[in-house]
Nanobody
């Protein structure tokens, strides 16, 4: 049974930073692409950042470009999301997700394309 477990969320002030972690277990980490998604109150879940299986291609949604950085460590079976210069509109539950792919698969960051999901970690930005 595959699992994804997020950690690192919390309450921070505007302009602060967080590093979210997503630890995978129960499946072959290297066979999957990964993504970070978020859902704010009253809004649909949106793709924030995604990374290909090989790690060579990344995607960032326009609101987070220049502030968020996705990375993964195959040895530690962990995906990271470094978040800098947090804004109030970043407040949401952040979810990690995995998508099984072949090596040459193009990058997608649509929620419907991902099959494994973590339970989420709350990120709240407030002064």
């Amino acid at each position: 049974q595959g699992q994804l477990v997020e950690s690192g969320g919390g309450l921070v002030q505007p302009g602060g930073s967080l590093r979210l972690s997503c630890k995978a277990s129960g499946f072959t980490f290297q066979y999957y692409a990964y993504g970070w998604f978020r859902q704010a109150p009253g809004k649909e879940r949106e793709g924030v950042s995604c990374i290909t299986r090989g790690g060579g291609t990344t995607f960032y949604a326009d609101p987070v470009k220049g502030r968020f950085t996705i990375s993964k460590d195959n040895d530690r079976k962990t995906v990271y999301l470094q978040i800098d210069n947090l804004k109030p509109e970043d407040t949401a539950v952040y979810y990690c997700a995995a998508r099984r792919t072949i090596l040459t698969a193009p990058l997608t960051c649509a929620s419907s394309d991902y099959s494994y999901w973590g339970q989420g970690t709350q990120v709240t930005i407030s002064s």
